[in-house]
């Protein structure tokens, strides 16, 4: 055993006699010792092995001179003693350090502690290149890195550094540095990594979301006593519409209704919304085009016989379904059809477009696969013996819900059945599809999570923190659930695991009448479109924020 070994053994057993007392029983000499102590070998971080306590005081960069012992004169025969002990090898000096140990009172023993410990108190970190260091701190946790942080300031300067954090941003998926989005969490003056402020600001984030905050939401309220019947939400702006004929724009940030968009002489029951532009469609047969800057109606589109009932926008285009059985795709720009699809016998009820195919699903219980550009129908999929009321399509997959109890599985190419998913008890009026991963919501008052790929259901979002009524909308956020239901709350589900964690919104007259009709949401903000069909619930906007600059927690 070497002498930093050995000084190691001292420590543990004047530690061990300082925690035992006196009568603490000593170790037998030719027990192993200290074995996975976690210190590092002096030979690994400098060059020359200490062999006495004074060379391992230089090495650590300590005077040899330390205060001395001043309680009197030496006793006598204490340099015979010294040479004695000089002259015996390793183990015989290991036995008599554990004997004289032993007879030492407690007061002898934290004196040699005082003396011993710190040379235990290295920092191999500061002894390292630059380059070493970061690379032994790339495998700490970030909330690691913010505790090594405190050391000392070397070591804040290597946890600051901006390449380490990008890397841990890049491990959670971060791929936006915020370093204009500076959070107040940072001391004035304070160099703070960009990438660090980004990891922190959206760990902050994460938290808001799944454990809650204390504010209450910005409640904004329009539409009078109508219905909200659709939700739209880009940005910093909201846009809502109502059967009230109107559509109105909101700001995110001060809740202000900036203008009220009116034209239509019908109820307004779709939008579609990109960063300037809202898209909307009526009761009075019509599309309208609006600027939502301006306020100005852009375009109307006229052709639909019926209500237009559904649409779905990609790039510069629109598709729209109507009551007329029929589908029209338009040019946002110039306000001019471009082709009309013609086919279902009812109603068409759901629509999707990924700029390739149009996929619509309609009351006369078929989904169409349709090429919009010859106005062509491809596939009719037939299956559904209801009404169809929702649909997803990711360009490979078509999936639709209806008011059968079973939602299908379809192959967007051979129009073949792939899956039939059964579970639902009722109506599947929205559904969320991610990846290979569906959500859906049911009047049945449950959401169910399923993979499409092998038809698993891999989870039922129920319990005893259910929705107590049917699930009017949900959607996919942040590896989150949202679902709101005509009982009058929204709440947050763990996408992974299936686990309620919060009610985000409780109405004061749920379970009496209020009702959760539509819910929109970013990465940082929830906007719910609340209200009741018995007057127990003012119709209005909650919006809440998720991006607090004064969060207390900044790294819980």
Not at 287 to 299: I, K, M
């Amino acid at each position: 055993m070497g002498f930093y070994g050995t000084l190691k053994l001292i420590f543990y057993k004047m530690k061990r006699k300082l925690d035992h007392g006196p009568d603490g029983r000593p170790f037998s000499s030719g027990k192993k010792h200290c074995k996975g102590s976690g210190y590092l070998s002096p030979s690994s971080l400098v060059q020359a092995t200490p062999t006495t306590f004074g060379d391992l005081r230089l090495a650590n960069g300590h005077s040899a001179q330390r205060r001395r012992v001043t309680s009197g004169p030496p006793p006598s025969g204490l340099q015979d003693w010294l040479h004695t002990f000089q002259t015996w090898s390793g183990p015989e000096r290991l036995l008599a350090l554990d004997e004289l140990i032993d007879r030492c009172e407690t007061s002898q023993v934290k004196h040699m502690m005082q003396v011993i410990e710190p040379q235990f108190q290295r920092d191999f970190i500061s002894l390292l290149p630059k380059e070493l260091a970061l690379y032994v701190l790339t495998f700490l946790a970030p909330r690691d890195l913010l505790q090594a942080a405190q050391t000392c300031r070397y070591w804040r300067i290597l946890a600051e550094d901006n390449l380490l954090w990008r890397e841990k941003c890049r491990e959670e998926g971060i791929s936006e540095c915020t370093s204009l989005h500076r959070r107040k969490c940072a001391k004035p003056g304070a160099a703070v990594s960009p990438w660090k402020s980004a990891y922190i600001r959206q760990h902050c984030i994460e938290n808001n979301w799944r454990k809650g905050d204390s504010r209450e939401p910005m409640v904004l309220k329009g539409h009078d006593d109508h219905v909200i019947t659709c939700l739209q939400f880009s940005g910093d702006l909201i846009v809502s519409g109502s059967d009230d004929n109107t559509l109105k724009v909101w700001s995110a940030i001060t809740g202000k209704c900036l203008r009220t968009l009116t034209g239509h002489t019908g109820g307004v029951w779709c939008s579609e919304m990109t960063a300037s532009t809202v898209i909307s469609g009526s009761t009075d047969r019509t599309l309208r085009v609006w600027d939502t800057v301006s306020g100005e109606c852009v375009h109307t589109l006229y052709g639909h016989t019926s209500t237009v009932r559904c649409m779905h926008l990609h790039g510069n285009r629109v598709v729209s379904g109507s009551r007329d059985t029929t589908l029209r795709v338009w040019d946002v720009s110039s306000g001019r059809c471009e082709h009309v699809l013609t086919g279902h016998v009812a109603a068409v009820r759901c629509v999707q477009y990924d700029g390739r195919r149009v996929v619509s699903g309609g009351y006369d219980y078929m989904v169409k696969v349709w090429d919009p550009e010859t106005e062509v129908c491809l596939h009719t999929l037939q299956g559904h013996t209801n009404r169809v009321y929702s649909l997803q399509f990711d360009g490979v997959f078509v999936v639709s819900g209806s008011l059968d109890t079973s939602i299908r599985v379809w192959d967007a190419e051979t129009g073949g059945c792939v899956h039939t998913l059964t579970g639902h008890q009722s109506l599947t009026s929205g559904m969320e599809l991610r990846d290979n991963i569906l959500a859906s919501g049911n009047a049945d008052s449950t959401v169910r999570v399923w993979d499409i790929r092998t038809g698993q259901c891999l989870h039922t979002l129920q319990g005893p923190n259910k929705h107590q009524s049917a699930v009017t909308c949900l959607q996919f956020c942040r590896g989150l659930v949202l679902s709101s239901s005509d009982d009058g709350t929204v709440k947050l589900w763990d996408l992974k695991t299936g686990a309620w964690l919060r009610d985000v919104v409780a109405l004061q007259s749920r379970g009496s009448g209020g009702v959760v009709w539509r819910i929109r949401a970013s990465d940082t903000r929830l906007v719910c479109a609340a209200g009741s069909r018995n007057g127990t619930e003012e119709t209005k906007l909650l919006v809440l924020d998720f991006d607090l600059d004064d969060k207390k927690n900044e790294m819980d």
